[in-house]
């Protein structure tokens, strides 16, 4: 995961990690863990980042799926 490019995003989308915690209902320490590499995004994460960050397939692949 490009954890710089998620970051980049949700500053560029006007959010803050609180917000998107709660988008996503996990607490923002649990959102911190994901986004630093301790645990991994599930698929309904990942979707609704994608729609809140309204990132396109080319963004989701190099933000999620790239090593």
């Known amino acids: 995961m490009d ?3 998620l970051k980049g995003k949700i500053v560029e989308c006007g959010y803050n990690y609180k917000k998107v ?3 996503l209902e996990i607490s923002e320490t649990t ?3 994901k986004i630093n590499g301790k645990t ?3 698929i309904d994460e ?3 980042l994608s729609n809140i960050l309204s990132l396109n397939n080319n ?3 190099k933000i ?3 090593k």
């Open 3 to 5: 954890k710089n490019k």
């Open 40 to 42: 991994k995004f599930n």
């Open 31 to 33: 959102l911190v863990s």
């Open 59 to 61: 963004e989701i692949l």
């Open 21 to 23: 915690a709660n988008s």
């Open 46 to 48: 990942v979707r609704c």
């Open 64 to 66: 999620f799926f790239n």
